[in-house]
Nanobody, 132 residues
Framework: HVQLVESGGGSVQAGGSLRLSCAAS????????MGWFRQAPGKEREGVAA???????SYADSVKGRFTISQDNAKNTLYLQMNNLKPEDTAVYYC???????????????????????????WGQGTQVTVS
């Protein structure tokens, strides 16, 4: 069955860095677009970054220039390098896999989706990132 397992979260001071990883299994990794989402306490889930099978990337305005999404198709692993972290980056970060690449990109860029539409098919369990 499909599994997305995030790791690499933790606590860091403002200005610091973390690298999140997402190990995928149970499906053909290269067939899906991949993304990172986050959810802070009391807030809605928001898209952070997306990458397609060709390596094209998209980012939320709030993380542009600070976060970098990448993937290793040979290892079926997605990464998120987060630099210059800010307290407002504190959230649970989720890895996502999607066949709906346009919707995934829209969600990352903060654009609304059609009613009932989801940006991804599969989600990880999340990893906590705390910036103080």
């Amino acid at each position: 069955h499909v599994q997305l397992v995030e790791s690499g979260g933790g606590s860091v001071q403002a200005g610091g860095s973390l690298r999140l990883s997402c190990a995928a299994s149970g499906y053909t990794y290269s067939s899906y677009c991949m993304g990172w989402f986050r959810q802070a306490p009391g807030k809605e889930r928001e898209g952070v970054a997306a990458i397609d099978s060709d390596g094209s990337t998209s980012y939320a305005d709030s993380v542009k220039g600070r976060f970098t999404i990448s993937q290793d198709n040979a290892k079926n692993t997605l990464y998120l390098q987060m630099n210059n972290l800010k307290p407002e980056d504190t959230a649970v970060y989720y890895c996502a896999a999607s066949l709906r690449c346009p919707q995934l990109v829209l969600a990352v860029e903060g654009e609304p989706l059609n009613p009932g539409e989801q940006p991804a098919h599969y989600w990880g369990q999340g990893t906590q990132v705390t910036v103080s």
